[in-house]
C-alpha cells in the first residue's frame, strides 16, 4: 500500500542530496536504495534502469560487507570504484539505506567521499 508520507520523506532525500552534491562539482548521478536493493529516491541519466543499479549495488555492498567480516576487518564503511569514465561511492546510510554516487573522473576522490559522508549521516536518522 502506497504510504502518503513517503512523496514527502523523497522530497526532504532530495534536498539533502542536491545540498551535498552541491558540495562537490563533477557528480553526475545519485541513488538512495534500500539495503534489499530497492530505489527509493534518485538523480540518474535518463535511459538508466534504477531498479537493475539498486539491486546490484546492494549486492555489491552485501558481497563486500561479508568479505570485510570475513577478512576480521571490522563494519564495512564504504566501497570505492574507479572505472574509465570515473567513480562511484557505495557508502551505508545508517542500517536501512545505501546511497550510491557516480562522478566525473577529474572529480577529487576525497570531495566525493566527502559529499557521500554528508548526505549519510543526515540521510541516516529519517530512515
Request: charged fraction near 20%; charge should be negative.
Amino acid at each position: 500500500m502506497f504510504d502518503p508520507n513517503f512523496e514527502q520523506l523523497q522530497e526532504k532525500l532530495r534536498q539533502i542530496m542536491e545540498e551535498a552534491t552541491s558540495l562537490a562539482t563533477g557528480i553526475r548521478a545519485w541513488m538512495l536504495l534500500s539495503k534489499e536493493g530497492l530505489p527509493i529516491a534518485s538523480a540518474v541519466p535518463h535511459g538508466l534502469e534504477e531498479a537493475e543499479i539498486a539491486a546490484m549495488a546492494a549486492s555489491i555492498l552485501g558481497v563486500a560487507d561479508l568479505a570485510a567480516e570475513r577478512m576480521d576487518q571490522g563494519m564495512l564503511e564504504e566501497i570505492l570504484l574507479t572505472n574509465q569514465q570515473g567513480l562511484m561511492i557505495m557508502k551505508s546510510a545508517g542500517e536501512k539505506a545505501i546511497l550510491v554516487l557516480a562522478a566525473n573522473k577529474g572529480m577529487k576522490t576525497g570531495l566525493l567521499v566527502y559529499a557521500a559522508k554528508t548526505a549519510c549521516e543526515n540521510i541516516a536518522p529519517m530512515l
